[in-house]
């Protein structure tokens, strides 16, 4: 079977502060996130793309988690593959080394740039400016390591790109948990498998993981049994940044969450303006309250259920 044509834009990072690993990567290739981007928590990430050979991807993170570096990890690969030479890959182990790997038979314009842990790398470019571009983006860009990969890949495809357009995007960042399972520790999983403005829609769907956390911060501080009127106020800031994202207009279900954590949390009062809210927009999910006090995710007390049921 012929080595898939991932022909595509990526970086590999780590960030010392946070201890996250990331990949990201955009192509003018359907689906390109399950082929080129892989990484696991506490070891590292890889890129595999160009003639794509997939085992790059969980060989090098084995190799890694066995305590070989990046650069020994890859290494190891290259001398076992009699088609390097049309392989790009990039690797960056626990410690923030980088290794990569742009072979000959890469189709131009190809090549790669290695900074402070990380590397970016691309193939079938437009120009040959496309990683500079990209390096000196991620470089300056603030915020945490998923935005600054996507910044990355935006002035990839501010400089010109994939010479055929673009189709695909992925963006996947890990913890640097080391005592997480290979499968666990996402922090953010996004595809895009085909779309006229891939790396736009990575964007919004970074914005709804990033809303779906904040909201998940707030459940857990409502669920804190020692919680406080302090950490009733931090909860109430991290549901308002959720539900605040323009990307999650129209979106209740965080709005009814909330609300079903606040009267789990003994805040009935507070949470009956948020049920209206649900409830006028969707009067489905009234049915779902009785439903979730069955099966001991809300209060099963008959007054709090009524006054829940009044709402209008």
């Known amino acids: ?35 080129v981007g892989w990484a696991r928590p506490g070891v590292g990430a890889v890129a595999t793309q160009s ?46 080394n980088v290794a990569t790997h742009t072979g000959k038979r890469c189709i131009a314009a190809a090549g790669h740039r290695q900074g402070k842990n990380f590397s970016v790398q691309a193939n079938l470019m437009l120009k040959d400016t496309v990683w500079d571009a990209m390096a000196e983006a991620y470089e300056k860009a603030a915020g945490d390591l998923a935005e600054r990969m996507l910044a990355a890949l935006f002035a990839a495809e501010a ?57 998940q911060n707030a459940s857990d501080l409502l669920a804190d049994k020692t919680r406080t009127d302090e950490k009733f106020g931090l909860a109430e800031k991290e549901f308002q940044f959720a539900a605040g994202e323009p990307a999650m207009s129209g979106n209740v279900e965080l709005i009814f969450w909330y609300a079903a954590d606040l009267v789990n949390a003994g805040r009935v009062e507070t949470a009956l303006p ?28 008959a007054a709090i259920l009524e006054r829940i049921a009044r709402v209008h």
């Open 274 to 301: 948020f049920f209206k809210t649900v409830f006028d927009a969707d009067p489905a999910w009234r049915d779902l309250v009785p439903r979730l006090a069955k099966v001991g995710l809300l209060v099963d007390e």
């Open 159 to 215: 400089e010109g790109g994939d010479i055929r357009g673009k189709q695909s995007a992925a963006l996947l960042v890990v913890s640097g948990d080391a005592g997480l399972p290979a499968w666990g520790g996402r922090i953010f999983d996004l595809h895009v498998d085909d779309h006229p403005r891939p790396l736009e829609e990575l964007a919004r769907l970074l914005a709804i993981g990033r809303a779906y956390a904040h909201a």
């Open 1 to 35: 079977m012929p080595a898939p044509l991932a022909h595509t834009y990526s970086i590999v990072a780590y960030d010392p502060e946070s201890k996250q690993f990331g990949v990201a990567v955009q192509s003018h290739y359907f689906s390109v996130g399950p082929i």
């Open 51 to 96: 003639f794509v050979e997939i085992s790059y991807g969980p060989l090098g993170l084995e190799l890694m988690h066995a305590g070989k570096t990046a650069e020994q990890a890859l290494s190891s690969l290259l001398a076992g593959d009699p088609q390097a030479e049309q392989r790009q890959v990039a690797m960056i182990d626990a410690r923030g």
